[in-house]
């Protein structure tokens, strides 16, 4: 049992670029989330999803996209990558609604140049 | 909108003292969830405890304790005879159980984190 899991740990990219990245859950949870997280900000929702097919725009959406095709995966997407989006991004799933107990990934650390 | 506090930013103690981390959180509902999660510096978040604002009762674990106070909208966090395992940032955070159109759903906040420094 893996818990959450996040694809890449690591990534640097430039201006402009785009990249995808991947939280998988084997928890058979219906909730999931991605948050990103700034010195001195604490945790911030970007999207989340409260199952398969759905999704919905947390506290900063823009400049993301996600999607959930399979209950267990949970994609973030930046199709244009700014250096204001340089962040630690981690996902997390709750078997129910966001009042029930999050479990998170290890993060991934993005840097855009 | 609910707002979740941490006045603390850091804390140092040496090892065996205790240390009490402040939390204190705005809502207009009746029904919310507080939240404590540890995040070591290999980054990772650890659910400690999910208390529901209906139990106000305080709450042991080990050496990790709870006291939740409605009529001061705080819910603090004491470690009792620290060790430098419990170096960390730790978050506090709040869930409100909210209806929209016949759907639930839930929004949670966390508070800025506050850095806890043991030194052996």
């Known amino acids: 049992n893996a818990g959450v899991t996040q694809t890449p740990k690591f990534r640097v990219l430039k201006t402009g670029q785009s990249m995808t990245l991947l939280c998988?859950?084997?928890m058979n949870h219906e909730y999931m989330y991605w948050y990103r997280q700034d010195p001195g900000m604490g945790l911030r929702l970007i999207h989340y999803s409260v199952g398969e097919g759905t999704t919905a725009k947390g506290e900063v959406p823009d400049g993301y996209n996600v999607s959930r095709l399979k209950k267990q995966n949970f994609l973030l997407g930046l199709e244009s990558a700014?250096?204001?989006?340089?962040?630690v991004y981690f996902c997390a799933s709750s078997l129910?609604?966001?009042?029930?107990t999050q479990y998170f990934g290890p993060g991934t650390r993005l840097t855009v140049l | 909108a609910q707002k979740v506090t941490q006045a603390q930013t850091e804390i140092s103690v040496v090892e065996k003292e205790d240390v009490t981390l402040d939390c204190v959180y705005e809502t207009r509902d009746?029904?919310?969830?507080?939240?404590?999660?540890?995040?070591p510096p290999s980054g990772e978040l650890v659910f400690l405890i999910r208390r529901n604002s209906f139990d106000e009762q305080n709450e042991i674990s080990g050496r990790y304790s709870w006291n939740f106070q409605k009529s001061t909208s705080s819910f603090n966090f004491t470690i009792t005879a620290s060790q430098?395992?419990?170096?960390?940032v730790y978050f506090c955070a709040l869930s409100e159980s909210l209806n929209a159109g016949g759907t639930s759903y839930g929004k949670l906040t966390f508070g800025q984190g506050t850095i806890l420094t043991v030194h052996p």
Do not use: C, R
């Open chain 2, 30 to 39: 009746t029904t919310y969830y507080l939240f404590w999660y540890k995040q």
């Open chain 1, 82 to 87: 700014a250096p204001s989006q340089t962040s």
């Open chain 1, 96 to 100: 129910i609604d966001l009042t029930d």
């Open chain 1, 24 to 26: 998988a859950q084997d």
């Open chain 2, 84 to 88: 430098v395992v419990d170096s960390a």
